[in-house]
């Protein structure tokens, strides 16, 4: 069976970046799994759901339909059949995306997607949860990690589209994702036993990619 590699970390380490390039290089597939909270966030965000509402929250994720589609540049998302891919990034959705996923409610029925996927095989996925709770039994698992700063940069210099976002302002908020993410009872952001640590503040994403390829073909 072609392996399953889990990346998981902290918002901006890269993962996404990586996972996707990883993924190209070796031929598997690939699953952005903080596209799925961003979708049912969006959804809740269009429907002014309570969002702090467990129940509400449920019947949300049971009511969306989501489809995830391959691309070169990554995943397609399809929320009832509109193509979310761009509004997922919204600043509102980041904004709100980790009160929608502390909801054990919610992660059940989206980890359940996310495992019927992993136990295809071949396939890279990237989130917080992959390593400890998504794939515990994945052949290669790492957690990127970077400075605060250097992860706010990247963010606000990939989320910028023209308007200057303000550095404080990106630290606060990923800082404040970074805190309900890890401080959550249910799959909190945590490194796997098992999982290789990355230190991606001072390399390029190149070298972090060469890294993982290296390691996974045994180089
Ligand atoms: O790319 P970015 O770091 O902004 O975040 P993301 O990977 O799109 O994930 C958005 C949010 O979804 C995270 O801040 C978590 O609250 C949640 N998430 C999660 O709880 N578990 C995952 N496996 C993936 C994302
Ligand atoms: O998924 P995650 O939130 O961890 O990060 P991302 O959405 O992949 O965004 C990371 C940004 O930092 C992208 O613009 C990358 O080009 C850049 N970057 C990186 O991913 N890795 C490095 N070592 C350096 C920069």
Do not use: W
């Amino acid at each position: 069976m072609k392996p399953r590699i889990a990346i998981d970390g902290p918002a901006g380490a890269g993962k996404s970046t990586v996972a996707r390039e990883v993924a190209r290089r070796l031929g598997l597939a690939y699953l952005d799994t903080g596209a799925m909270y961003r979708a049912i966030t969006l959804a809740g965000l269009r429907q002014n759901a309570d969002l702090h509402n467990t129940a509400a929250l449920e019947e949300l994720t049971r009511n969306s339909e989501l489809d995830i589609q391959s691309a070169p540049n990554g995943n397609i998302i399809y929320l009832n059949g509109e193509n979310v891919t761009e509004d997922i990034r919204l600043p509102e959705v980041s904004r709100n995306v980790s009160y929608v996923a502390r909801c054990p409610e919610v992660r059940d029925i989206l980890v359940g997607k996310q495992r019927e996927m992993g136990n295809r095989g071949g396939v890279v996925m990237d989130g917080r949860d992959i390593g400890t709770t998504v794939m515990p039994d994945a052949e290669y698992k790492f957690f990127l990690t970077a400075s605060l700063e250097e992860r706010a940069r990247r963010l606000a210099e990939l989320h910028a589209k023209g308007e200057t976002l303000a550095l404080e302002q990106m630290v606060k908020e990923i800082a404040a994702r970074d805190k309900i993410d890890s401080e959550r009872e249910c799959a909190p952001l945590r490194p796997a036993e098992d999982a290789i640590h990355l230190d991606s503040t001072a390399l390029t994403k190149e070298e972090v990619i060469e890294s993982i390829v290296n390691r996974v073909s045994g180089k």
